[in-house]
């Protein structure tokens, strides 16, 4: 049926054994619904540009007077003589992924299969304890900048995490691009300036490297550390290897034949691993005490599992060596300094680390300030009895 729709008429048509449509004869396509229950709801039809059909409800009645029911029918109705789908668009806003949903693809199609092990768990780390929280909640179409922005600021306490964060989600929003969840170029991430980080070099001196390796043959001797321990603490000196590396490695791994250590992965991809003879000496001595079944160079305190944490034990030499303020990460750190200080050039400690970049290397070179200095000495001290 058809009528003008007013509140009288819509509160006088009487319930049926179907629903009951009232057409208004006013604005095409408006209409109201009585269901045989007598409940009475707003509602519009109209056909998409490219002939779709859609009948959104507006309302109940009651929630909404007539006339707000039809103001919001012309207003949608304008929108579909522009080109637009109101209820199109809002069904694809409901349907849209949040940053959580978005989290879990990230992490299960691109972290789980292109990254290592240690950066997934890093990610998820990071996600859990900072982006979710922050905007696990939102779209991924409507995050913007000053969201990207808001979250990075409140990490300013802690730069370092701070950038990781932004990195991830940068890394996000790519593929979010690239899986059609939010228009190109449309990164929020981009223009958010990074936090200036200190970078942390701390270097062993001869005489506190003298103090870590007696504490070392103590705690060795004492059995007050697992071989597996003082172990990995001497190959990390020995060897300028990071801490993954070393926890992560297998003697299937290790080449004695050519002395080295050949790595399938690290974080710079496939790495070799040159051995001096005192971390040759070391492998031995592992190899002595290696259980039968064990794949791991570094054997955990359970069967057939490899050791993953080093940081209390590391925390007990230092103190049993004097040692303050000192990382693992420092052993490797005190390993260029060694080979600057022996007059090696960079591109061979840069070979040596396993660094991709040159760049990465040129931060040790000020290191080799001192053998300088020492030849301009010298080269004065011949000099100076010419002089007048």
């Not at 970078?199 to 059995?223: H, I, N, T, W, Y």
């Not at 321990?229 to 003697?251: D, N, P």
């Not at 791991?296 to 040692?323: D, F, M, T, Y």
């Not at 660094?355 to 290191?367: C, D, E, M």
């Amino acid at each position: 049926m058809r009528a003008k729709l007013t509140k009288r008429v819509v509160e006088g048509v009487s319930p049926a054994e179907r629903d009951v449509l009232v057409w208004d004869t006013e604005l095409p396509g408006f209409g109201c619904k009585v269901t045989p229950k007598g409940r009475r709801s707003y509602l519009l039809y109209y056909r998409t540009a490219d002939g779709r059909q859609r009948k959104p409800a507006l309302g109940t009645h009651g929630a909404l007077t007539c006339e707000q029911a039809r103001d919001m029918a012309r207003r949608m109705l304008a929108q579909v003589v522009s080109g637009g789908d109101p209820q199109g668009e809002k069904r694809e806003g409901r349907a849209a992924p949040t940053i959580a949903e978005l989290a879990e693809r990230y992490l299960a199609e691109h972290a789980a299969t292109k990254k290592r092990a240690s950066s997934a768990r890093m990610d998820k780390l990071n996600l859990r304890v900072h982006v979710l929280p922050a905007l696990g909640q939102l779209r991924v179409k409507d995050v913007s900048r000053a969201d990207v922005a808001q979250l990075h600021h409140a990490m300013r306490s802690t730069p370092g995490a701070a950038n990781r964060v932004l990195a991830l989600l940068s890394k996000m929003f790519n593929l979010a691009e690239r899986w059609g969840l939010r228009p190109d170029h449309t990164n929020p991430c981009r223009h958010v300036q990074r936090y200036a980080e200190r970078k942390m070099e701390r270097f062993l001196s001869p005489e506190e490297m003298a103090r870590l390796v007696a504490a070392l043959a103590e705690a060795e001797q004492d059995g007050t550390e697992t071989p597996s321990v003082v172990g990995a603490i001497r190959l990390l000196a020995f060897t300028g290897g990071r801490l993954g590396e070393i926890l992560g490695l297998r003697w299937e791994h290790v080449d004695s034949a050519n002395g080295c250590l050949r790595l399938p992965t690290s974080k710079t991809g496939r790495k070799v691993i040159v051995l001096n003879q005192a971390a040759s000496e070391q492998l031995q001595k592992l190899s002595a005490n290696a259980s039968e079944d064990s794949p791991w160079v570094i054997e955990g305190a359970k069967a057939g599992a490899a050791l993953v944490n080093l940081q209390k034990p590391w925390h007990r030499i230092c103190l049993k060596a004097g040692l303050e303020s000192v990382r693992l990460h420092d052993l490797r750190h005190s390993f260029a300094s060694a080979a600057v200080a022996g007059g090696l050039s960079l591109p061979v400690i840069g070979a040596l680390l396993g660094h991709q970049h040159p760049a990465t290397t040129a931060r040790y070179a000020h290191l080799a300030a001192d053998p300088l200095k020492a030849a301009a000495e010298l080269v004065g001290a011949r000099l100076r009895p010419a002089v007048p």
